[in-house]
Antibody, heavy 122, light 109 residues
Framework: EVQLVESGGGLVQPGGSLRLSCAAS????????FTWVRQAPGKGLEWVSA????????YYADSVKGRFTISRDMSENTLYLQMNSLRAEDTAVYYC???????????????WGQGTLVTVSS | QSALTQPASVSGSPGQSITISCTGTSSDVGSYNLVSWYQQHPGRAPKLMIY???KRPSGVSNRFSGSKSGNTASLTISGLQAEDEADYYC?????????FGTGTKVTVL
């Protein structure tokens, strides 16, 4: 059974940092690209970042470029999102999602985690 | 990158068919056959319903179908059922990133 389990969310002050994790199981982790998507309270979905199956290629939304870093650990079957210089507008539920393909060319994401809430507030 | 435009709400009676539009530009929807559609029930993670424009993942009902014409993609739900009541989002690949639609709330009357 495919499972994606996010962790690492919480309350952080503006300017602070958090690292989100997404533990994957039930499939060959290294065979697929991954995506982070966020959803602010009561709002729609926003694409944040993606990483190819190899981890060599990474992609970012303009809103987070230079502040967020996506990475993956093949030995731990875990996806990460390092978030620095956090702002109030980064407050959202963050979902990790498995892409249908190895390369990030996204036709879609077929499995999603349950999400982890990040709240940026003083 | 601006969000794709979807109607805020669409409604229909059980058994009817409804269509949700998703309008983008020649840089996203119009350039790639890489539009996906997601269903999201309150408090739940999104679920992939359509990928690559018109393909259905295993386990998704054939009542859901996708199409595209020019810069506009569409999701049609036929034989509307109570459990189809949810928010629906389109998503298009564009230039090494993705853009989601504004979301549509589907109400089953």
């Amino acid at each position: 059974e495919v499972q994606l389990v996010e962790s690492g969310g919480g309350l952080v002050q503006p300017g602070g940092s958090l690292r989100l994790s997404c533990a994957a199981s039930g499939f060959t982790f290294s065979s697929y690209a991954f995506t982070w998507v966020r959803q602010a309270p009561g709002k729609g979905l926003e694409w944040v970042s993606a990483i190819s199956g190899s981890g060599r290629n990474t992609y970012y939304a303009d809103s987070v470029k230079g502040r967020f870093t996506i990475s993956r650990d093949m030995s731990e079957n875990t996806l990460y999102l390092q978030m620095n210089s956090l702002r109030a507008e980064d407050t959202a539920v963050y979902y990790c999602a498995k892409s249908l393909t190895y390369y990030y060319d996204s036709g879609g994401c077929d499995y999603w985690g349950q999400g982890t809430l990040v709240t940026v507030s003083s | 990158q601006s969000a794709l435009t979807q109607p805020a709400s669409v409604s229909g009676s059980p058994g009817q068919s409804i269509t949700i539009s998703c309008t983008g530009t020649s840089s996203d929807v119009g350039s790639y056959n890489l539009v996906s559609w997601y269903q999201q029930h309150p408090g739940r993670a999104p679920k992939l319903m359509i990928y690559e424009g018109g393909k259905r993942p295993s386990g998704v009902s054939n009542r859901f179908s996708g199409s595209k014409s020019g810069n506009t993609a569409s999701l049609t739900i036929s034989g509307l059922q109570a459990e189809d009541e949810a928010d629906y989002y389109c998503c298009s690949y564009t230039n090494s990133r993705e853009v989601f639609g504004t979301g549509t709330k589907v109400t089953v009357l």
